[in-house]
């Protein structure tokens, strides 16, 4: 029996709803317990694959191929499910799906209205694929109050109603100020979001509060009186400086253990955090520190290279040193010297991204680190702007470029027009629509013997998640090898360049896909390792 936790938010955004439903996913594992994760988006997109990263933070790529919210990677990281398409919605996709299924006739003459149809299809969501799972965890996107969450917590509330308390539970995530001035914490924001909840049928059964100081014993018991929750549910959730103390925090305040009693569960064991101290330990006490330059594009919103920061992160684990990240956005090199920015730092990595604007940085950046020796890492993006940099320098190409640019003298990067997808053979033109259309998710890739990157993996045959619509031109391989470039990797029936290197350097290494998507805490990829590896042994150097 799959029972529903839906988790809401209320006061501001940003208040940390996906952490802390990862937090309680694992947590519930801890316990015995299986787990899916899942996140109802309240904005208008089909999914966030056409929105800008700068924006709405990075599109998550799942297995499938769906484009989705970043939350589904604190999702897996932190409880190692494998998220899929089916675990995230947005009003956009549940709006459409019902007005193509209106325009079928599917709905025989009915008046099509957000009441019961759109929260219908939101309630079909939500209990779709439960599979063997015992808890789905669903975070609703957007803060209580907003107009456009509206729909969603109607439908929770009549599933809470349809299903009854013991499968279904609600869980409020607030703010519980500190004011200097008077010295106190306040809990009236938590009031109001709380009556605001009930303004739409929902009582909170849970609240967790988010706090820069523990909540005193008075607060507490007034938020409970007041919020009519009870008072060891009202769950102190304290600023951290690593987000894997969320889940050894939450544990002592009780929020696994009351969780379980909402539902009749008293007897399930207790989790062990001891695997979260470990990593904490490495974090708080590293034997060292390497800096890494990341130049990408958007770099003034952090969220937008999520998976990328935390998979560093890992690989520093792995390696018990600190990761010092220093985001540099490209196009200053097109102005002043990449020198100036790079003298110092002990691995380059250009991650994914789109257009020509920065482009010509990251190619400055990828020429610093082949020249210097500068263990260099480019995704995607990062490793179209390292072929070409190759291109241009080492290959006498001076025209190579993309043609995500625009018509040029040497396409060395083109336009992905077909590729085979299992049996299937998927096909695009530079017509095609934006939203959905790249090459998404996981495809297999074979590795040549003796390569840097075989000894990386370890193994010759690897699958990771894509997304993208231009790649190498295959037609330029010939001179680009001849050039000292190695394409180590290809795509089964080798048509697809899937990761290049360049033997005689420290670390060279540009994949067309995104390692970062797969890296775990507890598992680190082994591209970031040996990469963090790379960066260690230059510390030594410089
Ligand atoms: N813009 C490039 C492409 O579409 C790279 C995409 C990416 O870095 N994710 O191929």
């Known amino acids: 029996m799959t029972r529903f936790i839906f988790i809401t938010g209320g ?91 209106e325009r079928r006739g599917d709905y025989l003459g009915a008046t099509v209205q957000v009441i019961p149809h759109v929260t219908d299809k939101i309630k079909e969501f939500i209990q779709a694929e439960p599979e063997d799972a015992d808890f789905m965890i669903c975070e609703i996107g957007g803060t209580v109050g907003d107009i456009e969450s509206l729909p969603f917590l109607e439908a929770i509330r009549q599933l809470g109603n349809e299903l009854g308390p013991k499968r279904v539970m609600f869980i409020h995530l607030t703010l519980v100020p ?23 049928g929902i009582q909170a059964d849970l609240l967790l509060c988010r706090c820069d100081r523990p909540v005193p014993p008075p607060e507490r018991r007034k938020i409970a ?38 539902f009749g569960l008293d007897s399930a064991t207790e989790p062990d955090v001891a695997n979260w101290r470990r990593i904490i330990d490495i974090i708080r006490a590293p034997e060292g520190a390497v800096a890494i330059a990341v130049v990408g594009k958007y770099t003034r919103l952090l969220d937008s290279y999520k998976s990328l920061a935390e998979a560093l992160g890992h690989g520093g684990i792995a390696n018990r040193v600190r990761v010092e990240l220093q985001w540099i956005d490209s196009e200053v090199f ?75 003298q040497d396409p060395v990067v083109g336009l992905l027009t077909e590729w085979t997808r299992g049996n299937e053979v998927e096909r695009r033109g530079p017509g095609s629509d934006l939203g959905g259309t790249m090459r998404l998710g996981a495809y297999p890739c074979r590795l040549a013997p003796g390569s840097k990157i075989h000894g990386i993996y370890g193994k010759l045959e690897l699958s990771e998640r894509h997304r993208h619509r231009y790649e190498v031109n295959i037609n330029y391989l010939p001179i680009l090898e001849k050039a000292g470039l190695v394409f180590s990797g290809m795509s089964p029936e080798g048509h697809l360049p899937e990761i290049v290197e360049l033997p005689g350097h420290p670390w060279f290494i540009g994949v067309q896909f995104h390692p970062e998507l797969k890296s775990r805490p507890f598992d680190p990829h082994p591209l970031f390792i040996s990469f963090i590896e790379a960066a260690v042994h230059q510390a030594r150097l410089v």
Not at 31 to 60: A, I
Not at 250 to 262: A, I, N, S, T
């Open 11 to 101: 006061v501001v955004s940003s208040l940390g709803k996906g952490l802390a439903s990862a937090s309680l996913g694992a947590l519930l594992q801890g316990r015995g317990f299986k787990v899916r994760l899942r996140k109802l988006d309240p904005y208008l997109n089909v999914d966030p694959g056409t929105m800008s990263p700068s924006q709405h933070g990075e599109v998550y790529v799942t297995e499938d191929g769906a484009e989705t919210d970043l939350d589904l990677g604190h999702y897996e990281r932190f409880t190692g499910v494998t998220t899929r398409r089916s675990d995230n919605v947005t009003t956009g996709r549940i709006y459409s799906t019902v007005i193509a299924a």
């Open 334 to 408: 097109e102005k002043e010297d990449a020198v100036d920015y790079l003298e110092d730092v002990h691995g380059i990595l250009v991650p994914g991204g789109f257009g020509e604007r920065g482009a010509q940085g990251k190619i400055e950046a990828a020429r610093f680190a082949r020249e210097r020796k500068v263990p260099y890492f480019g995704i995607c993006f990062g490793m179209q702007m390292a072929v070409i940099e190759a291109a241009r320098n080492l290959a006498g190409l001076p025209g190579a470029g993309s043609t995500e640019f625009g018509p040029c």
């Open 178 to 200: 500190y004011i200097s001035s008077a010295g106190e914490m306040k809990t009236k924001p938590t009031q109001h979001s709380v009556k605001e909840l009930l303004s739409v």
């Open 225 to 262: 009186l007041f919020c009519n929750v009870r008072e060891e549910r009202v769950i102190p959730a304290i600023d951290v400086d690593t987000i894997y103390q969320v889940p050894i925090n939450c544990h002592p305040e009780g929020l696994d253990r009351e969780v379980c009693r909402h």
